[in-house]
Nanobody
């Protein structure tokens, strides 16, 4: 079992930056592929970013490329999502997820564990 707890969500203005954090406990964290997903109001949950177990591979959805950065600290069992140049359309509940899949993946059904989510609201 893996427990994931997100933090860092807030109400910010367009153009601001925010860093989300996800603390993991339980199963050996360094073996897990990690991802961030989000659910915007009235929409289904969607992929945002993913990072391989060693941090050497990352992938982002097109709408956040160049603005968001996913990273991890395996010594601290933490994964982060640095979000810059935030836009109102980034408003969503952001979820941290962990996968035992052998590689990075954008598919939510391949993630075994999920956090409870943290709210990010970007005002215009």
């Amino acid at each position: 079992q893996v427990q994931l707890v997100e933090s860092g969500g807030a109400l910010v203005q367009a153009g601001d930056s925010l860093r989300l954090s996800c603390a993991a406990s339980g199963r050996t964290f360094s073996w897990l592929t990690m991802g961030w997903f989000r659910r915007a109001p009235g929409k289904e949950r969607s992929f945002v970013a993913t990072i391989s177990w060693g941090g050497g591979a990352t992938y982002y959805t097109d709408s956040v490329k160049g603005r968001f950065t996913i990273s991890r600290d395996n010594a601290k069992n933490m994964v982060y999502l640095q979000m810059n140049s935030l836009k109102p359309e980034d408003t969503a509940v952001y979820y941290c997820a962990a996968s035992t899949y052998a590689g990075i993946t954008t598919i939510d059904s391949q993630y075994n564990y999920w956090g409870q989510g943290t709210q990010v609201t970007v005002s215009s």
